[in-house]
C-alpha cells in the first residue's frame, strides 16, 4: 500500500494523540504518533511497514533502477553536484545551503511554512519542531540536532493553520511516515528537503557519546563525523577537537544508537525532493542529490550563491568494509596512537567522494541487516529493501 485511505481520514481526525508508539522499541519518535494521524501508523510508519520502493513510484514517479550502480545506492535522482555556499550561513551545521533554500522558499512566496527543528531554551540539543513562517524563525532552527526529533509532531498544526503551501525539512524516518499521509494533509504543493542520517541517538545516549569521546563533553556546540575518517567537534570557544574514527570506544558506543536507527536503511532519505549531505563531496564540500523536478526547481533558487563541482570517486572501498564487519561486531577499540597512524593512511589512500558515500553505506547496512537479523529475524525479509539485500549481499558476514 503506498499511502492512507482517504476514508480513514475522518475517524483519524477524531482521535486523540496518545503516548503509543506501535514500533515500540524500533520507534524512531518521528513524531506521526503524536498527532491525530496515528491513526495511519501502522501503514506509514518506516518501522512497522517497509514501502520505499512503493513510495518512491509515488514521490519520484518510478522507483530506483537497481541495475543502474548510482542509483542502487543513492535512490532515484536526475542530478548529483556538490556545493558550497559562497557566503557560509555562520553557525550552520556545513554551509547552511538547507537554511538558504528553504528561506528563499518563503521569501518568493513558493510556501507559507517550514517544517524545521529549533531547539530548547534549555539545551542547544534538545529538539523543537516548528512551522517557521519567517526567515529568522528558519535561521534559528539551522545546525544540527544531532538526536531524534520529533518533526511530525506538527502535522495538525498545518491543517489548523490553512495552509496549503508547505516544505518540510527532514530525516529518512521522518519523510517515509510524511509521504505515506501526504495525502491527507490537504495541501496544494509539498516540498520536502531532506538530509541524509544515521547513528542517531536520544538525549542520553548523545550525553554518553559526547562524554566517551570529546574532551570537554559540556562545550561541544556541533559536531559531523567528516569525510576524512574522523569525527570534528566544534566547542563554545571556536576551538575545534578532531579524533579518528578508528579511535572511537566501539565496545561503549555499540549500545548507544537509538533500535531505530540500527534497524534503518534509508541512509540518503530517498523519498525527498532534494537531498543536502555531504559524504558523496570531497571533504568541506557539501553533496547535493536532485531527485525529481520539484527538487531541481528547490536547488536553482540559490544556485547563484554556491560554488558547485561535479561529483567525483576515488578509492576501493570494499576490502576495508569487509574488515571492519567482524571489527565493529567485537567491539574493537584501537589505541589512540594507532587510531591516528589508521586516520592518516586511510586519509591519505582511503575511499573519496562517492565511493566515500559507498563505504560508510556499506559498513552501516552490513552492521544494521546483522542487527535486524539477531534482535527481530521475524523482520527481516519485509524490513530491508530489496536495494540494500543487493548491497549486503556483496559481502560475507559473521553468523
Ligand atoms: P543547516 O542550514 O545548518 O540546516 C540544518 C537543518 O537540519 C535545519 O533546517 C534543521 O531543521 C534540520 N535538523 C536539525 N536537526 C534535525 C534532526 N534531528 N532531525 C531532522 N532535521 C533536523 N549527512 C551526510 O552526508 N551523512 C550523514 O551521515 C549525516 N547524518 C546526519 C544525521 C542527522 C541527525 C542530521 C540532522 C543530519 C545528518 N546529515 C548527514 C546531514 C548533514 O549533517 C547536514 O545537516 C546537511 O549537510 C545540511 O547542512 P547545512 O549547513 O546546509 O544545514
Ligand atoms: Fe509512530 Fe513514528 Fe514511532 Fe513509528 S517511528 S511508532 S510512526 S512515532
Redesign the pocket.
Known amino acids: 500500500m503506498t499511502s492512507v485511505d482517504s476514508n480513514k481520514h475522518k475517524k483519524a481526525r477524531a482521535l486523540k494523540p496518545t503516548s503509543r508508539r506501535p514500533a515500540k522499541e524500533l520507534c524512531s519518535e518521528c513524531g506521526l504518533c503524536d498527532t491525530y494521524y496515528i491513526h495511519y501508523v501502522k501503514e506509514a510508519c518506516a518501522f512497522i511497514n517497509q514501502q520505499i520502493g512503493e513510495l518512491e513510484e509515488q514521490a519520484h514517479k518510478r522507483s530506483r533502477n537497481l541495475d543502474n550502480p548510482d542509483e542502487l545506492y543513492f535512490g532515484v535522482h536526475q542530478n548529483m553536484i556538490a556545493a558550497q555556499k559562497q557566503q557560509p ?1 555562520a553557525g ?9 533554500i ?1 528561506i528563499e522558499m518563503l521569501n518568493r512566496g513558493l510556501v507559507e511554512g517550514v517544517v ?2 529549533q531547539n530548547t531554551k534549555e539545551d542547544r540539543f534538545q ?1 523543537m519542531p516548528i512551522i517557521a513562517r519567517t526567515p529568522e524563525e ?1 535561521l534559528a ?9 520529533p ?1 511530525l509532531s506538527v502535522l495538525e498544526q498545518i491543517e489548523k493553520s490553512g495552509m496549503k503551501r508547505l516544505l518540510v ?3 529518512g524516518c ?1 519523510i517515509q511516515a510524511l509521504r505515506a499521509v501526504e495525502k491527507q494533509l490537504g495541501l496544494e504543493k509539498l516540498y520536502v528537503l531532506g ?4 547513528d ?1 541517538v536520544n538525549r542520553a545516549g548523545l550525553q554518553k557519546f559526547l562524554e566517551t569521546t570529546s574532551r570537554s563533553p559540556e562545550t561541544v556546540v556541533h559536531y ?2 567528516m569525510q576524512d575518517f574522523r569525527v570534528h567537534f566544534k566547542h563554545e570557544d571556536g576551538s575545534t577537537e578532531t579524533v579518528p574514527f578508528f579511535g572511537l570506544k566501539t565496545n561503549q558506543l555499540k549500545d548507544v544508537f537509538a533500535p531505530s536507527c540500527m534497524s534503518c536503511f534509508d ?1 540518503v532519505n530517498s523519498l525527498a525532493d532534494l537531498v ?4 558523496g563531496a570531497p571533504f568541506g564540500w ?2 547535493i542529490v536532485v531527485r525529481n523536478n520539484t527538487g531541481k526547481e528547490m536547488l536553482d533558487l540559490v544556485k547563484d550563491q554556491l560554488n558547485t563541482q561535479p561529483v567525483m570517486s576515488k578509492g576501493n572501498r570494499k576490502e576495508a568494509v569487509q574488515q571492519s564487519i567482524p571489527a565493529y561486531d567485537k567491539g574493537v577499540t584501537l589505541p589512540m596512537w594507532a587510531a591516528k597512524l589508521m586516520g592518516v593512511v586511510i586519509e591519505r589512500i582511503g575511499p573519496k567522494g562517492l565511493e566515500y558515500a559507498r563505504f ?1 553505506i556499506d559498513s552501516h547496512f552490513t552492521r544494521n541487516y546483522l542487527y535486524v537479523k539477531r534482535n527481530h529475524p521475524e523482520k527481516l525479509e519485509a524490513h530491508v529493501p530489496e536495494f540494500a539485500k543487493r548491497i549486503v549481499g556483496q559481502y560475507k558476514l559473521p553468523e
Open positions: 550561513i550552520a551545521q556545513w554551509t547552511g545551503i538547507v537554511s538558504s528553504a524545521c527543528v529538539p528558519i532552527a539551522r545546525v544540527n540536532k544531532p538526536t531524534l526529533s518533526n525539512i527532514g530525516v521522518q538530509t541524509p542520517c544515521v542517531n559531523e563525523f541512509y543536502v549531505g555531504y559524504m557539501q553533496w560508510s
